[in-house]
């Protein structure tokens, strides 16, 4: 949004469809003044809330992270098209026969190891971040080699091999399934509340 410095009056607005945490820059070419931007999630904002407090998703939450520079300049008509909606949907869950004792010392695990990334309950922290929760059939069968085989790492997720076992790993797999579970019954309206804790 562009203000009058004066009055406050908005002048001017653009949808971007992500976050903007860059300052803009203003500049001249040919007697033409631009005003460049860039806009995408990314440092601290990674970890920030994916909802603000009205319940309302962030932008790059509804839409992802496109991380772009957008240069504007007077009596300029381009437009960007709406991105379509991230699919938010909790697939179905494939559940072991796991006792809740193992499901709690799996939510141990994930909170010493996971959560500050991933975020409380295995609810993604920021919209950058993976949400557990989503994984695709796919990414549950190569579990193992991404939190121990350090398979995405070029990704920022390194391995955790040097502190999890196969064993804890499997846990930790194990309760994020069990948390996916529940709140994908919450969001179907079978349950009023997913369980949020095996402790």
Same mark, same amino acid.
């Not at 300049?73 to 098209?81: F, M």
């Not at 796991?98 to 922290?125: I, M, Q, S, T």
């Given at each position: 949004?562009?203000?009058?410095?004066?009055?406050?009056?908005?002048?001017?607005?653009?949808?971007?469809?992500?976050?903007?945490?860059?300052?803009?820059?203003?500049?001249?070419?040919?007697?033409?003044?631009?005003? %460049?931007?860039?806009? =995408?999630? /990314?440092?601290? *904002? +990674?970890?920030?809330?994916?909802?603000?407090?009205?319940?309302?998703?962030? !932008?790059?939450?509804?839409?992802?992270?496109?991380?772009?520079?957008?240069?504007?300049?007077?009596?300029?008509?381009?437009?960007?098209?709406?991105?379509?909606l991230r699919d938010r949907s909790i697939p179905e869950q494939v559940l072991a026969d796991v006792p809740d004792e193992d499901l709690a010392v799996g939510e141990r695990l994930y909170f010493k190891n996971?959560?500050?990334?991933?975020?409380?309950? %295995?609810?993604?922290? =920021?919209? /950058?971040?993976? *949400? +557990?929760?989503?994984?695709?059939?796919?990414?549950?069968?190569?579990?193992? !080699?991404?939190?121990?085989?350090?398979?995405?790492?070029?990704?920022?997720?390194?391995?955790?091999?040097?502190?999890?076992?196969?064993?804890?790993?499997?846990?930790?797999?194990?309760?994020?399934?069990?948390?996916?579970?529940?709140?994908?019954?919450?969001?179907?309206?079978?349950?009023?509340?997913?369980?949020?804790?095996?402790?």
């Amino acid at each position: 949004s562009a203000y009058d410095k004066d009055t406050g009056e908005v002048l001017w607005q653009f949808n971007t469809y992500t976050s903007i945490l860059a300052a803009p820059v203003t500049y001249s070419v040919d007697g033409v003044q631009y005003l %460049a931007i860039l806009t =995408g999630t /990314g440092g601290g *904002d +990674l970890f920030g809330p994916g909802v603000i407090d009205s319940g309302e998703t962030l !932008a790059s939450g509804k839409y992802g992270n496109a991380g772009r520079m957008l240069v504007f300049k007077l009596g300029g008509t381009e437009q960007l098209s709406p991105p379509a909606l991230r699919d938010r949907s909790i697939p179905e869950q494939v559940l072991a026969d796991v006792p809740d004792e193992d499901l709690a010392v799996g939510e141990r695990l994930y909170f010493k190891n996971c959560a500050a990334c991933h975020g409380f309950a %295995a609810r993604a922290a =920021g919209a /950058g971040i993976p *949400d +557990l929760r989503l994984m695709s059939p796919a990414t549950h069968e190569t579990f193992p !080699a991404i939190v121990l085989g350090g398979s995405r790492t070029s990704n920022g997720m390194d391995s955790f091999a040097n502190v999890l076992t196969a064993e804890e790993a499997e846990l930790i797999h194990q309760y994020i399934r069990a948390r996916a579970f529940e709140d994908r019954e919450q969001l179907l309206g079978n349950k009023e509340m997913g369980r949020l804790s095996w402790q």
